[in-house]
């Protein structure tokens, strides 16, 4: 709240970020990170800029809603990241991302998706029943979720964007992604088949005729949450109307139910390159049986699931590295409460 009025009391020319020439450059390390979250998305780029070489050549691209917009420029106003860039843009005012555009926005705005999402009872998973309520969560509904899917048309200038989720801590310098050999792939990505079957069939509906003819059921999941992906061969390859395809004929979610990684594993089917897993260690908001050195080793640690490190849900056990990110004598955090 305070950071959202001493936002709107600023000057128009103090709300400008500085660099602002770098956001273009293709030969830039560039970020997407879209949060609606301040200190989430501080402990990302705190922790990137704190493990990177050379902390000027790196660029965060974040996007929030109109909500948190003033508090996010503000906070990074404050509190810049050193010589990186940053800068600020608010999901609401992308006027090309429009229900006559985008399926998944005029499919969120029809009534009946509303009443599926609140509706107490209905089955909402293929196995149905005890997840429920996950999938009530209006983080569903939310455009910055989505926003994944059109990376090209936010940075039409960029070759490659490392994307991030805001539930992670970056532990090493990252710029070896940016030199990944992606074999014409668009995606890169760390595959999660190894452990516990995160195979397509676990997330989409393979008695659905059009699902079964295209895709393979023991194709091997990846997670989204750091992503490498290549613009170039994404409008090359017209992702975004593949996405649009397969997002407009789920209309009816006979094909996959909710969230964004059903959507992706079709979008990216074979265009996605497998990456080293230690780029990115997974289920610090679930598992807690995650080999300390793997987390220790990860590049990107990723606090997937419901036990966030900012809630006080989370696991001890993995909490300090996140908050070894984190001013907790900063005035603004001192009122905040949050528990070190
Ligand atoms: C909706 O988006 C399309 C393409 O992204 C654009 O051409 C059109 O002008 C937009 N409509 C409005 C009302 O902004
Ligand atoms: C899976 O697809 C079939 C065929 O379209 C459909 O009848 C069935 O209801 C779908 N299953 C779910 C859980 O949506
Ligand atoms: C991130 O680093 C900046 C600069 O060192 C600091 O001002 C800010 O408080 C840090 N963020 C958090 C969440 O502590």
């Known amino acids: 709240m305070r950071l959202t009025i001493e936002y709107y009391l600023l000057p128009p020319e103090k709300r400008r970020f500085p660099r602002s020439e770098n956001l273009e450059n293709p030969n830039l390390y560039h970020y997407a990170l879209f949060s609606d979250n301040v200190l989430a998305a501080s402990v990302v780029v705190n922790s990137t800029i704190l493990n990177a070489k050379e902390p000027e050549k790196h660029v965060f691209h974040l996007v929030t809603d109109k909500l948190n917009f003033g508090a996010m420029n503000m906070w990074f106003l404050l509190n810049p990241p050193g010589k990186a860039t940053i800068h600020v843009e608010n999901v609401d005012e992308f006027k090309w991302l429009n229900s006559s555009y985008c399926p998944v926005l005029r499919q969120l705005e029809s009534a009946a998706m509303k009443a599926f999402y609140f509706n107490q009872g209905h089955p909402s998973t293929l196995s149905s029943g005890s997840s429920n309520l996950k999938y009530r969560n209006p983080k569903y509904l939310s455009m910055l979720n989505h926003l994944r899917f059109y990376l090209p048309e936010v940075y039409p200038k960029l070759d490659k964007i490392l994307f991030l989720d805001d539930d992670i801590v970056v532990q090493k310098d990252l710029t070896g992604l940016w030199s990944v050999n992606l074999h014409g792939k668009v995606n890169g990505a760390v595959e999660t088949c190894g452990e516990s079957f995160h195979r397509f069939d676990k997330y989409l509906n393979f008695s659905n005729p059009h699902i079964a003819r295209n895709f393979d059921p023991n194709a091997c999941g990846w997670a989204y949450g750091m992503n490498i992906f290549d ?103 001192r009122g905040c409460n949050l528990g070190e």
């Open 231 to 333: 613009l170039k061969e994404w409008t090359r390859r017209d992702i975004t109307g593949i996405y649009h395809k397969w997002q407009n004929m789920n209309e009816d979610r006979t094909l996959w139910k909710l969230g964004t990684l059903p959507p992706g594993l079709i979008t990216f089917y074979r265009l996605t390159h497998p990456i080293e897993k230690s780029w990115h260690v997974l289920g610090l908001g679930y598992n807690p049986s995650i080999d300390k050195s793997d987390i220790e080793n990860a590049a990107v640690i990723h606090y997937n699931g419901n036990m966030k490190p900012w809630l006080e849900l989370a696991m001890t056990k993995y909490r300090s590295y996140w908050t070894k990110y984190i001013k907790y004598d900063h005035p603004y955090l």
